[in-house]
């Protein structure tokens, strides 16, 4: 069927039909944004600009960007995951346990930790479709105890990891790339399938619109809201293997502030925090965003609780234009 404009019933390509649509306007908007912010610190901070500045850039935002990918799901599906900076933290000092006291070898630790924080998403998931308890008390409740649980099995004390893996995970480079970022790029490739080419991730959309509405169309609610947590799950604890390998130990005082800056990424990235509406694209540039914000503010000297503020006011402005939006649509 051919798509005509409705203001010339000429035929619409689809260039035209792409920038039609308010979330990519928005995209392209973010994109905008970012390059003016860069422009300005290539121009301003030293050595912002230099080859070893991005790369490291890279992988600061991959440990933020891994978990904001999964997070957009979850919030897209109206819900939301605080819990996940904690949940970066156990699978850290499990890691550490595992391999540093136990002695099991790097890849059955690095599954062993995969499986506890699938586990720990599917029971967060578990919890809010079972008793209808929001989603914000499951893992507020779920924030304190797991870096509880992190800092008891590891007495508070780092654990040293010295295995050759690890080492290659937190310092390898292939082809001049961080590893990280290089699991942050995959990550990034797959939610954005999942959520655009899949019945899994149109069933994600249509119950963060109206949940009613979808499981009268047949889509199991339940089972979508346990498979988004069982996401942040995994990708808190694939975050909390590469940080440990990056400092190579087992700690449970990593993670912090983790789920602020992913939440503010998702946010920034145009998903409306009420559910429904959301672009896995627009998360990416938001976690590059705010990689570069932060990068650029250290280069330039600025107080770091001045940062704090700047980073609140970048978040605020954001909601406020997603208001907008949705009033303006209406």
């Known amino acids: ?3 005509t404009d409705s203001t010339t019933d000429r035929p619409r390509t689809s260039v035209q039909r792409w920038f039609s649509r308010r979330s990519n306007i928005q995209t392209v908007a973010l994109l905008g944004v970012l390059g003016i912010v860069y422009v300005c610190f290539a121009l301003t901070a030293a050595n912002f600009a230099s080859v070893g500045n991005q790369l490291n850039m890279l992988q600061n935002a991959a440990f933020v960007g891994i978990v904001a990918m999964a997070m957009t799901l979850v919030i897209i599906a109206g819900e939301i995951d605080i819990s996940v900076g904690s949940a970066v933290a156990l699978g850290s000092a499990l890691l550490g346990v595992t391999v540093g006291q136990w002695g099991l070898p790097v890849p059955l630790a690095i599954l062993v930790v995969l499986c506890e924080g699938a586990l720990i998403g599917a029971f967060a998931g578990w919890v809010r479709s079972r008793f209808g308890v929001p989603s914000f008390i499951v893992t507020l409740a779920l924030y304190g105890a797991l870096r509880g649980l992190a800092l008891l099995i590891t007495n508070a004390y780092p654990i040293p990891l010295k295995d050759p893996l690890l080492v290659f995970l937190g310092s390898g480079r292939p082809f001049g790339v961080p590893v990280a970022a290089i699991v942050f790029l995959l990550v990034f490739a797959a939610i954005a399938f999942v959520a ?62 983790v789920e602020f800056d992913a ?15 959301g672009s896995v694209l627009g998360t990416f540039i938001g976690v590059i965003f705010i990689t570069v914000l932060g990068n650029g503010m250290v280069l330039l000297g600025v107080n770091p609780y001045a940062q704090e503020v700047i980073r609140g006011l970048v978040v605020l402005l954001a909601v406020l234009i997603s208001v907008w939006q949705r009033k303006d649509k209406r």
């Open 1 to 3: 069927m051919t798509v």
């Open 263 to 277: 939440i503010a990424a998702v946010i920034i990235g145009g998903t409306v925090l009420s559910g429904g509406r």
């Open 196 to 257: 655009t080419k899949t019945p899994f991730g149109r069933s994600v959309y249509a119950v963060g619109g109206n949940p009613e509405a979808a499981r009268l169309s047949g889509i199991n609610v339940a089972q979508v809201r346990v498979l988004v947590f069982i996401l942040t799950g995994l990708a808190a604890a694939m975050v909390g293997i590469l940080q440990s390998a990056r400092l190579s130990s087992g700690t449970a005082s990593i993670g912090t502030g």
